[in-house]
């Protein structure tokens, strides 16, 4: 398996060479400054991954830390895709009590009062407030249209 | 010198009930963010961007000015108190205040810490607004060609300073460019990198970027580590001789002590208008962010000293030569922020990316015709630092419960407001997923130390570099690189590479290879 370290180089070079690739394919106006900046991206790019290559293997991850980087990832995808779905005025309350909860170990009362002061942020602050109308989700979008 | 604006702004900002209430509420936000340790000034604005959407330039920008100023005062507490610095900059004070603490002089440390960096933030502020009339005809004169250079030079400042790696730096700076190329060409109108999606024509905003790049990687960080502060290996070796122990230390905080403290300043006023001064001019270099600013003013505090052999084991001047550092460079960080576009450092990249969203646009306009608003942020600085330093004095002796939030608590909050702040720039519920995947990207930045600060500024930088350039070569063609200011600037840049190569040159000298 790639290193963290390399994954980050090799991340960068693919993302400057399909860059550099795709500003080609532009009028020549329009890729005048991408190819400015991507080229010598691309190289910077090549000269990090050779460095990063050559030098020593970092010291392996514990699979604690694994475990807790694999756990904080799955939390923060959850929160992007109940937003999506079921908005902020739902799911954001939603997600402070279950994070709470299950990761941060509370009483289900402290999370219970967590989620509403997460609520009464969103909608008082917010939605009555500031007059910003929050994002209701893609899933009651669609449902009520 | 814009005197009849300067008095005008201070007069609307204290006649304006709704500023100072907000000014109010800024201030101890500023300072628990910055006193709870692994959070900071960054997180700070984070969190707060949602809130100022509504908000009109002025009121939007004063408040996470008044904010912003005060993170360091807020940062020495938990590295008095407990030896843990509450950010970077606040390690320089942890080596005196945590040793002055452990005698049990924790109360005039921070008495010595708070009249300090008051005073080094009204300091900052006079500086500030004192060269405004000697840059103004500098500024003025700025072209588009030398919008273009020193939109280069930020970003070669930023990579030359940003730790270890100049590749690195320069890596993630120019991957910052090329997302400001994302949306319509501005000379054909065509999309580039746009994939089909119409909600990315109008380009990457700075929001997502700069909330991606921050407020993601630190609370998936938090979430790993379990706890918000991690000393590093760096600082601990520092505090060496004043690190926690096992034996019972006194934290209690009177305010005698307190004043006894604030006496000190004053007794030592000509180190902190040194330190200050400095650490001021240091400040307006894009890159020297409060850490250098801070370890700078502690260094020429010890170097001034007649006891030089006191640092380290609880001398006041210490603290009062780091705290004023720190507090004071936040003005002079501000000026190439608003002038240039170019921030500072990278709590000045993040307010950057807040004043773009607010409509206020850096560059000579700000003198021209924003002058007001650059006036009201003199303002703000001095007036949250007053604030300050009134509500710490007051809190005195329960100063000390400050910065125990559990981390557990802060993650859900941060992440909710943070991808809010996201959805609410531009109501494209698209951006969320588009945080999901830089998130990422940041975190695996951060985890493997990559500067993330270069590519904030690249994203601010590529629109006004590109912009410049066209401008630059409408106006005089490819010979723009021949005007005076032109071939300073060019000379800036190979210089600030020159001294990278210098300095990773002595550095590998000096540390023989093991290899």
Redesign the interface.
Known sequence: MLE??I??SV??LV??AA?VG??FT??P??RF??LV??I??LL??V??LI?ELRE?PEPVVTSE?QR??G???A???A??GG??LFG?PYA?PA??AA??YF????RWYVALA?AVF?WAV?YG??ELF??????EG?VFQWIFG | MHLDVAFATLFDLLTTPRLLFLMAIAVPMGVFFGSTPGLGGKLGLVLLIPFVYNMDQLTGAVFLCAMHAVVHTGGSIPSILIGVPGDGPAAATALDGYAMTRKGEAGRALGASFGASTVGGLLGAMFLGLSLPILEPIILNFSPAEFFLLAILGITFIATLSGDSFVKGMIVGLFGLMCAFIGLDPSTGSPRFTFGQIWLWDGLSVIVAVLSMFAVPEMISLGVKGRAYDISAETAAKLQGSSPSAEPVSRKVTYAQIFQGMADVAHHKWLVLRCSLLVAAIGVIPGLGGDAAAWMAYGHTVQSSKHPERFGKGEVAGVIGAETGSCAKEAGSLLPTLFFGVPGSSGMAIMLGAFLMLGIQPGPTMLTEHVNIVWSLIWALVIANILAVIMLIAAGPWIGRLGTMKASFLIPYVLVFALLGCYLYGGIWQNLILVMVMGSLGYLFKRHDWPRAPFIIGVILGKIAEDSLQKAIGLFGASFFWRPISLILIAMILASVGFYLWRSRRSNKAVPSHA
Do not use: D, H
Not at chain 1, 103 to 106: K, L, M, W
Not at chain 1, 130 to 135: E, I, N, R, S, T
């Open positions: 963290g370290r994954l980050v991340i960068m993302a400057f860059a795709l500003a532009y009028a106006e329009a400054l991408p900046i991507g010598p991206g910077f790019s000269i990090q460095k020593r830390e807790r980087e756990r904080m990832f939390w923060f995808i929160f992007v937003l999506v902020f954001g997600l402070v994070y709470l990761s941060g170990g509370e967590a997460a969103l602050v917010f500031l007059g910003l109308p929050l994002f893609l």
